[in-house]
């Protein structure tokens, strides 16, 4: 009950649709062999949850399918969006 509570709070629609219209907001759908396996979601600038430098990357959320957990989705989805963030 109380993690439904929590996902009605914090993932209402209007909540949703500021996030995927901030600019400062990106979001990550990895996939294996055509298969949804990962979702991550970063941030930049004013968009964290937390005042930080400009140059810094904040990972909100990472979530990955239990079937694909255990691959090193995790590990090369933020190596590899840090890399981007970093040019």
Do not use: C
């Amino acid at each position: 009950e109380n993690m439904n509570d929590y996902l009605a709070k914090a993932f209402t629609a209007e909540k949703l649709w500021r996030e995927l219209r901030n600019p400062n907001s990106e979001f990550f759908i990895a996939d294996v062999d055509g298969a949804d396996a990962a979702y991550l979601k970063i941030n930049v600038v004013d968009a964290q949850t937390e005042p930080r430098e400009e140059s810094d990357l904040e990972i909100e959320r990472i979530y990955i399918v239990q079937a694909y957990q255990k691959l090193g989705l995790g590990k090369s989805s933020t190596k590899k969006q840090w890399n981007l963030h970093k040019r």
